[in-house]
């Protein structure tokens, strides 16, 4: 709806009478492009407007405006009577007494409606923070807003004490109900870092971070940081690299070279390996066996958490997030060698994880979505792979998840420099993508339909 030249009315429209269906709206959007505000939900009549204080994370209730009034009567009257076709007593009631008619009972029918595709459910949308606005790091410490709108940028200060070094700087961020994760290498004296995380509560101005995970040990090395991170329910996943040290990631006494989760809070989820069948493992420790994860995202489709990983001379994959097991490194090369062109081991076998799609040569994966929308529906569900060494955005169909059934498609190549971050905006359709500068990750956004 923030998008130029929105009409949410006259999509309705369109879909009836070029489509020959019969669109449903479920809520009647709050203003327009630049303006739009909020919604009105049609089935509990509540209008829904974002706070622009912190983002739009946060939403007010408030009444319905004056000039929406008679425009919600309508379509609340079209929704109902449009859902109590198909079902008789709520036919019944429509007739007698429509305003008896129950919000469970309007989402029973319309599940129902939906099912049999005899009505098309339609909702309004907004942008991937808020309807205009994108948080990113800088690897050299800074933190920024993004309007995607007025292009405005907005520095955040912050207390983090990061060492910028070799690969090391402040990596991913991730938000959620007002409060920001990061992950950074962080200074813990004598050139060694950590691959740490903190959390603090969002604001434009200044954000106060507190630790709530340091990777041990502490390591005097610029290589192999990771680090994503993923929210999966009320759970952290991160992803720490395992600094160069090849075998410590065999090591679940030591954090490098794992993925580990970890509660929102900082605290160690009780189910958790080291709870149950891994005893020997740290407690944050859910997986062992990584060399550099710098990909991860969660599929909205299986609920499942999805990585990229570098290998060294070859040996790049993409995998599954699997509880209590091993990737291998360094006992499995995964297809590649050592820098000096030395084996390292054999690209899988039997009692290790196995990825779903490897890279040899390598193409130096980066960041990681699985894509959800409606512009390239077809899309839905598959992995968007971003690359560093030849610069190509690639996606990877993998429902079939049988390494010779993957599909692989290069989407485009050479065209903006070496890829380090992806996200999807789900209004526009756009693919936002961060360029590497040669210092690390960059502010500059290269947005474009595909």
């Known amino acids: 709806m923030d998008r130029a030249g929105a009409d949410f009315l006259n999509v309705v429209n369109e879909i009836k009478d070029k489509l020959n269906a019969k669109p449903v709206p479920l809520q009647i959007p709050i203003g327009a492009e630049e303006n739009f505000k909020g919604v009105v939900d049609l089935i509990t009549k509540e209008a829904i407007v974002w706070n622009e204080t912190d983002m739009g994370m946060t939403y007010n209730v408030v009444d319905i405006p004056e000039n929406l009034i008679d425009t919600v009567d309508e379509w609340r009257q079209n929704l109902v009577e449009s859902v109590a076709e198909y079902d008789d007593n709520l036919l019944e009631k429509f007739f007698e007494d ?54 405005k940028i907005t520095k955040i200060k912050h207390n983090l004490d990061i060492l910028v070094y070799g690969q090391g700087g402040l990596l991913d961020i991730i938000y959620k109900d007002n409060h920001v994760w990061v992950s ?25 971070f507190e630790n709530i995970f340091q990777a041990e040990p502490p390591i005097d090395s610029g290589y192999h940081f990771g680090s994503r991170l993923v929210i999966k329910n009320d759970h952290l996943y991160a992803s720490v690299g395992e600094r160069g040290m090849g075998m410590i990631a065999q090591d679940p006494s030591k954090h490098p070279g794992s993925i580990i989760r970890i509660n929102l809070d900082g605290t160690v989820p009780i189910d958790n390996p080291h709870f149950e069948d891994q005893k020997d493992w740290l407690p944050e420790i859910y997986q062992i066996g990584v060399r550099n994860p710098q990909g991860m995202a969660l599929s909205d489709f299986d609920n499942k958490v999805y990585m990229s990983n570098h290998g060294a001379k070859g040996g790049d994959w993409f995998g599954e997030v699997k509880k209590s097991e091993n990737y291998g490194w360094k006992i499995l090369g995964w297809g590649g060698t050592n820098y000096s062109g030395s084996e390292i081991g054999p ?16 193409i130096a994966t980066s960041a990681i979505a699985i894509y959800n929308g409606e512009e390239f529906s077809a899309w839905n569900g598959h992995a968007l792979i971003t690359s560093l060494k030849d610069m190509s955005l690639r996606k990877l169909d993998f429902k079939d998840k049988k390494e010779n059934k993957v599909l692989e498609e290069i989407i485009f190549q050479n065209e903006i420099g070496r890829i380090r971050d992806i996200q999807i905006q789900p209004i526009t359709c756009l693919l936002y993508t961060s360029d590497a500068a040669d210092e690390g990750l960059g502010v500059d956004l290269g947005g474009r339909r595909i």
């Open 98 to 151: 429509p305003e008896s008619i129950s919000e469970d009972e309007v989402h029973e029918a319309l599940r129902k409606a939906a099912q049999d595709m005899s009505i098309i459910p339609m909702v309004c949308g907004s942008a991937f923070i808020n309807k205009d606005e994108l948080i990113l790091t800088e690897k050299k410490g800074e933190i920024k807003v993004i309007n995607l709108i007025s292009k």
């Open 347 to 362: 690209k899988w076998k039997p009692g290790y994880t196995k990825a779903i799609k490897y890279w040899v040569p390598s």
């Open 184 to 208: 950074y290498s962080e200074n813990r004296g004598n050139w060694e870092t950590s691959t740490s995380i903190a959390k603090g509560k969002f604001d434009k101005k200044q954000i106060n």
